[in-house]
């Protein structure tokens, strides 16, 4: 049993929409550009999948790194992993939330002003993990001693 459409115009569409295929239909990016002398990059199907892979990995490592640190105790390989991957998975989630949330044309004053802080906190807890972890108990031995507290 087919559907049959009564008005003409609803007919017509119905079978424009119905040799498309799915995905034509899809506006992906509406704004019109404005300025002639703007740059247009060309297309790059793996522009994102190289950050996606390193966020993965970094979260990823996470997890045998806590359970070999709770197998095996206080280690100086974990120490510097922990110091190294901890902050590059800390600094890769509010990259992606200054991204989504105060980019360029949302907040471009905050947006770089945000950035720059992001950039000068990961250095500095790249630099406390390296002196935690050479001139005092290190950064698992801290992980034990807060979970046996």
Not at 7 to 35: C, D, E, F, W, Y
Not at 76 to 95: A, K, R, S
Not at 139 to 149: D, K, Q
Request: hydrophobic content about 50%; proline content about 5%.
């Amino acid at each position: 049993m087919s559907l049959r459409l009564a008005a003409p115009t609803l007919r017509s569409a119905s079978r424009v929409l119905g040799r498309q295929s799915p995905m034509a239909l899809v506006k992906i990016h509406s704004s019109a550009v404005t300025n002639a002398a703007a740059t247009q990059h060309a297309p790059d199907r793996l522009h994102g999948s190289y950050h996606w892979d390193v966020e993965r990995a970094a979260s990823v490592a996470l997890v045998p790194m806590f359970a070999a640190e709770f197998a095996l105790g206080s280690s100086p390989v974990l120490d510097t992993l922990f110091g190294v991957v901890l902050p590059l998975h800390l600094h890769i989630g509010l990259d992606a939330l200054i991204v989504d949330y105060l980019n360029e044309r949302k907040a471009p004053v905050i947006g770089k002003i945000a950035k720059a802080t992001l950039y000068a906190a990961t250095a500095g807890v790249l630099v406390g993990c390296y002196q935690f972890n050479t001139n005092d108990i290190g950064l698992t031995e801290l992980i034990a001693r807060v979970w046996t507290a």
